[in-house]
């Protein structure tokens, strides 16, 4: 694509600002002096700021003018055409040394529940699992122990299927691939569209366990910023797709871990069209996708996909029981592929999970359980967002999701919640700092916590966690 | 290394047979005459000349001399050093048009048994496992629906390790990690210890799952010629890990499929040696060695392994219930990397049957079953074996395994079991040709059976595809 002429100018301006020319807080030239200096037009100079100004490089000051941003993370700037402009590669994911720590610790206390993000188990349907598992035996006997081939049982496939209209999504049950969780949907995603040393896209910040597989797995991240109020910014992304050789994009953009914001159906619309006109996959997790707190039930970007350029991945981990395992994927154009190396890599999702994920379903209970759950969670998200707004330092911000169940919060000043971690570690309590949410190392003010488990216990830890902050505790 | 004069004169030797100068079925020169054409004693032709027969490249026939084999699969050439040889690059592993085909039939058909290596659902028990179920049902209640982490469920870890002293497996639980079957730990396997580009050592045929993935993963093959008796060519096998570089090699060596063989305990220690000495680890596949027709259990490459460069994999897939999909692997010095990876690309392996058969292998039942189902297995082999020797042409020639319950069957003659597939196929029966085995089209005039159902519709089956392969039927 051939970049715009304030495209240009906004790229003229950011070296500039990389050079050290202008530095955070300093005042840029005003739009006529910088139309004389450039020779373009004052229109083409106002573009120009208010992109960066879209993409957070500077901010417009009423009566003033603009300024570079104070704290904005440097983002990778794009390479030039023909090499013009010098390239700052895409950074190799680097190795959250928190990570392996944090699963360590989350997996035997209590206190981890605000780092892990899982329901209480007292807001799933145990009850009626147990007896579709119960109804599954006595129909199928043996049967339970064949295999249940990729793409996976029929009446499951059916189900979600069914479930997928509230989405807006009109699959059929052949377009379905069960997989074993959302991860592994991802992992077969990631080897389908990448191989080591290609670069992927993803939100910044986003899902940490994501970030470290992309590790794993030898591939490159691009991060592109995303904003609590409305996901990621389209702009930097569309600069970004023209500028690199991107495999793919990742999004979470329904009730977005860990930012928690839904994009508008809009939004989802034009990133569609603008993954499909790059021609870049778009790989969609849609995990928190039945949990709005209120109102309809939100649309996939899927659902606006006609080219089935858009991958997307689910399960029932936040929704019904982590630990059986069942997730899915709606492959697109490359259902063959997935198909395969599903078969190939774990032959099979175990039987018995989908067979009673998959009367679970035919009840027609679903619905009924995440209206209840919902209204839990939105309970309980509320009771947290309090809690963090009572016990942590002033200048606190906490993001507002409008479903799922993970709040994302920013400290003051020059709080560092990797050392947070450590302290707050020694005392038992978890949470997913920051910067594990970034492959370069940002977010270092920030910090995750789930509030799946709302109960005295974590109530407790929350105001403890706030003391250590700074908070009034 | 510094190749030995021996291996230099038997290079020498194949050059003149892959240039064509002795074909199959020529005469080589006595040993005297090579001894003078060549400058080196009589003793060193002998030794190249004895290389080259273990290789199969050349038989000696009594009072004759030796010749060029009729048949010999061509074996990739070693990259000399220095390049003063010619190299002849490991092959991709080809794609098999037939795979796809055949597991999709699989699936539907009830004349597919034959094709695929599972036992029937008959010989496995049902209703203890139904029990175990109910049992960890009771026990657990909500705790079903939980995450059971990587490496997995402490109880089931425990009586695997307790199991594995039968194999001479002296285990902690804390080296064993549960993966969603033995397809899962052989991916993770392949993902940590090579890179697309790779090269992986198999044997030759081996199972062709295990090619599909490699060459879905991108890794190169070099196939090491096994024999149905003793198992994978040692001197071979040394030969290529002193000329490629080769990142793994993977054996399967209790009652592999399909040869069938069991390598003896003197073979595999041998074996663990030689892969420790190059410093390449050596992946072990031992599915079917709970499946003896008579005598102990046999040992493990892994147990005699004193550096953690075996890494095991199983599963309960052929003993138990293939749709629970609970695979286990003892990774070895790879444990941290093989324990990380499964939780990235998949979190945990399914909680429900992870207790089904911890508490199935708790209540000391697991023995006793599999010596009910080695019997009934010996006698379906057995049936199936003089099944084939009656029905197939005369010169037919079948494996003789002495567990597991596939059989390898070699047709006389041009017989090609590609074509033999498909007419097979338009008459409802589906067997595993032999090319499937291989990355390199080797193995066309073989097939392989599985014995795990034999009832009147797999002995019809058999009879009519002896008639088809021009036997009495």
Redesign the interface.
Known sequence: MKPTLYGEVADRVLSLIESGTFQAGDKLPSIRTLSGRFAVSVNTVKEAYGLLETQRFLEARPQSGYYVRRGVPPLPKPAGEEGQRPTLDPREVGMCRIY?EM?RDG?DRSGASLAIA?PD??L?P?AK??SA?QTA?KTL??G??????SPGLPLLREQIAQEALQAGMALSPDEIIIT??T??AF?LAL?TLC??GDTLAVEAPTYF?FL??IR???IKVLEIPAAPDEGVNLEVLAWALDTHQVKAFVTIANFNNPLGYRMTDDRKKTLVELCRSKSVPLIEDDIYGDLPFAGPRPRTCQSFDTEGNVLLISGFSKT??????IGWSVPGRWFDRID??K???????????QW?VGRFLETGGYQRHLRGMRQRLADQVGAMTEAIARCFPEGTRVSRPAGGFVLWVELPGTADTTVLYESALTEGIVFSPGEIFSASGKFRNSLRLSAGVWNEGTARAVARLGRLAGGPG
């Open positions: 392996g699963t997996r899982l188990p007292a799933l145990a699992l147990n598992f035996w006997g043996r339970m122990m064949d295999y249940a081939f074993s969780g991860s592994e992992t080897m191989r080591p366990n470290s597989l794993e797995l030898g019904l029981a982590s630990g059986y395992r395969k190396l078969s190939l890599t774990s032959v099979a999702t175990a039987t018995p999970t009673a």
